[in-house]
Protein backbone atom coordinates (compact mmCIF):
# COMPACT_ATOMS: atom_id res chain seq x y z
CA UNK A 1 0.00 0.00 0.00
CA UNK A 2 1.63 3.32 -0.94
CA UNK A 3 1.74 5.96 1.90
CA UNK A 4 0.33 9.50 0.94
CA UNK A 5 1.67 12.62 2.34
CA UNK A 6 -1.29 14.20 4.44
CA UNK A 7 -1.21 18.22 5.17
CA UNK A 8 -2.58 20.58 7.68
CA UNK A 9 -6.05 20.60 5.29
CA UNK A 10 -6.13 16.56 5.91
CA UNK A 11 -5.33 16.60 9.43
CA UNK A 12 -8.12 18.78 10.24
CA UNK A 13 -10.80 17.11 8.49
CA UNK A 14 -9.56 13.99 10.18
CA UNK A 15 -9.34 16.11 13.30
CA UNK A 16 -13.28 17.09 12.53
CA UNK A 17 -14.68 13.52 11.46
CA UNK A 18 -12.91 12.29 14.49
CA UNK A 19 -15.48 14.50 16.66
CA UNK A 20 -18.75 13.33 14.51
CA UNK A 21 -18.22 11.63 11.30
CA UNK A 22 -21.43 12.15 10.28
CA UNK A 23 -21.01 15.84 9.40
CA UNK A 24 -21.83 16.77 5.98
CA UNK A 25 -18.80 17.90 3.68
CA UNK A 26 -20.94 21.28 3.02
CA UNK A 27 -20.44 22.19 7.03
CA UNK A 28 -16.79 21.36 7.32
CA UNK A 29 -15.97 23.26 3.95
CA UNK A 30 -18.03 25.91 5.86
CA UNK A 31 -16.32 26.12 8.95
CA UNK A 32 -12.80 26.12 7.28
CA UNK A 33 -14.05 28.76 4.50
CA UNK A 34 -13.59 26.50 2.02
CA UNK A 35 -15.78 24.73 -0.78
CA UNK A 36 -17.97 21.16 0.14
CA UNK A 37 -16.26 20.42 -3.45
CA UNK A 38 -12.54 21.01 -1.57
CA UNK A 39 -13.46 18.58 1.27
CA UNK A 40 -15.64 16.13 -0.90
CA UNK A 41 -12.36 15.64 -3.14
CA UNK A 42 -9.93 15.36 0.61
CA UNK A 43 -12.46 12.84 1.87
CA UNK A 44 -12.77 10.83 -0.85
CA UNK A 45 -8.77 10.57 -1.39
CA UNK A 46 -8.29 9.92 1.91
CA UNK A 47 -11.49 6.71 2.12
CA UNK A 48 -9.72 5.70 -1.17
CA UNK A 49 -6.03 5.71 0.39
CA UNK A 50 -7.59 4.15 3.65
CA UNK A 51 -5.82 6.51 5.65
CA UNK A 52 -9.59 6.73 6.93
CA UNK A 53 -12.32 4.58 7.39
CA UNK A 54 -16.22 5.40 8.63
CA UNK A 55 -17.41 3.11 10.84
CA UNK A 56 -20.15 2.87 14.27
CA UNK A 57 -18.08 2.31 16.94
CA UNK A 58 -19.87 0.56 20.06
CA UNK A 59 -19.68 2.32 23.82
CA UNK A 60 -18.58 -0.73 25.99
CA UNK A 61 -19.93 1.23 28.45
CA UNK A 62 -23.59 0.57 27.46
CA UNK A 63 -23.32 -3.20 27.15
CA UNK A 64 -24.74 -5.23 30.05
CA UNK A 65 -21.43 -5.94 31.73
CA UNK A 66 -18.91 -5.50 29.63
CA UNK A 67 -15.59 -6.82 30.64
CA UNK A 68 -12.57 -6.50 28.60
CA UNK A 69 -10.18 -9.92 28.29
CA UNK A 70 -6.57 -9.30 27.62
CA UNK A 71 -5.38 -12.79 26.16
CA UNK A 72 -1.52 -13.21 26.54
CA UNK A 73 -1.16 -16.41 23.98
CA UNK A 74 2.21 -18.40 24.18
CA UNK A 75 2.59 -20.09 20.99
CA UNK A 76 4.28 -23.40 20.92
CA UNK A 77 6.98 -22.07 18.43
CA UNK A 78 7.88 -19.22 17.04
CA UNK A 79 7.10 -20.63 13.30
CA UNK A 80 3.55 -20.69 14.98
CA UNK A 81 3.27 -17.16 15.96
CA UNK A 82 1.93 -15.30 12.80
CA UNK A 83 -0.74 -18.81 12.46
CA UNK A 84 -1.64 -18.51 15.76
CA UNK A 85 -2.67 -14.53 15.43
CA UNK A 86 -4.05 -15.52 11.96
CA UNK A 87 -6.34 -17.87 13.95
CA UNK A 88 -7.40 -15.34 16.54
CA UNK A 89 -8.18 -12.69 14.17
CA UNK A 90 -10.83 -14.70 12.03
CA UNK A 91 -12.68 -15.20 15.53
CA UNK A 92 -15.51 -12.75 15.38
CA UNK A 93 -15.36 -12.82 19.12
CA UNK A 94 -12.16 -11.44 19.14
CA UNK A 95 -11.92 -7.70 19.06
CA UNK A 96 -8.09 -6.84 18.33
CA UNK A 97 -5.11 -9.20 17.55
CA UNK A 98 -1.13 -8.06 17.87
CA UNK A 99 1.83 -10.02 17.52
CA UNK A 100 3.71 -8.91 20.69
CA UNK A 101 7.41 -9.24 22.39
CA UNK A 102 7.75 -9.90 26.04
CA UNK A 103 5.58 -11.49 28.20
CA UNK A 104 3.58 -13.47 25.16
CA UNK A 105 3.59 -14.13 21.61
CA UNK A 106 0.36 -12.93 20.28
CA UNK A 107 -2.36 -10.39 22.66
CA UNK A 108 -5.87 -10.59 22.03
CA UNK A 109 -8.77 -8.88 23.25
CA UNK A 110 -12.37 -9.47 23.80
CA UNK A 111 -15.30 -8.72 25.38
CA UNK A 112 -17.08 -11.14 28.02
CA UNK A 113 -20.09 -10.98 30.32
CA UNK A 114 -19.02 -13.30 32.63
CA UNK A 115 -15.91 -15.53 34.17
CA UNK A 116 -17.86 -18.74 32.56
CA UNK A 117 -18.31 -17.19 29.41
CA UNK A 118 -14.24 -16.61 28.99
CA UNK A 119 -13.60 -19.93 30.54
CA UNK A 120 -16.02 -21.68 27.78
CA UNK A 121 -14.41 -19.23 24.96
CA UNK A 122 -10.74 -20.33 26.10
CA UNK A 123 -11.02 -24.26 26.91
CA UNK A 124 -13.90 -24.64 23.86
CA UNK A 125 -12.22 -22.11 20.92
CA UNK A 126 -8.65 -20.62 21.43
CA UNK A 127 -6.77 -23.45 23.66
CA UNK A 128 -8.09 -26.03 20.03
CA UNK A 129 -6.30 -23.28 17.77
CA UNK A 130 -3.10 -25.46 16.38
CA UNK A 131 -0.09 -24.02 17.98
CA UNK A 132 -1.33 -22.35 20.82
CA UNK A 133 0.54 -23.61 23.93
CA UNK A 134 -0.49 -21.55 26.87
CA UNK A 135 -3.00 -18.84 27.80
CA UNK A 136 -3.24 -16.01 30.28
CA UNK A 137 -5.49 -13.52 31.15
CA UNK A 138 -6.32 -9.91 32.40
CA UNK A 139 -8.78 -8.70 33.01
CA UNK A 140 -10.01 -5.07 33.06
CA UNK A 141 -12.05 -3.46 35.04
CA UNK A 142 -13.15 0.08 34.13
CA UNK A 143 -13.14 1.40 30.88
CA UNK A 144 -10.73 4.25 31.17
CA UNK A 145 -10.02 5.72 27.72
CA UNK A 146 -9.49 4.10 24.55
CA UNK A 147 -9.28 6.58 21.78
CA UNK A 148 -11.13 5.17 19.00
CA UNK A 149 -9.80 7.34 16.73
CA UNK A 150 -6.52 6.19 16.16
CA UNK A 151 -7.46 2.49 15.46
CA UNK A 152 -5.84 0.03 12.92
CA UNK A 153 -7.54 -0.13 9.91
CA UNK A 154 -6.90 -3.77 8.59
CA UNK A 155 -8.37 -5.73 5.82
Known sequence: MTRIALDELDERIIER???????????????????EGTIRARVKRLLDNKVIRVAAVTNANRLRN?????LWVEADSASDIERVARALGALPEITFVATILGRADVLAMTLVENGAELTDFLHQTVDKIPGVHRVRYSLGQNFIKH?????????
Open 17 to 35: LGHDARVSNREIGREFGLT
Open 66 to 70: PILAY
Open 147 to 155: DYRWCSLVD
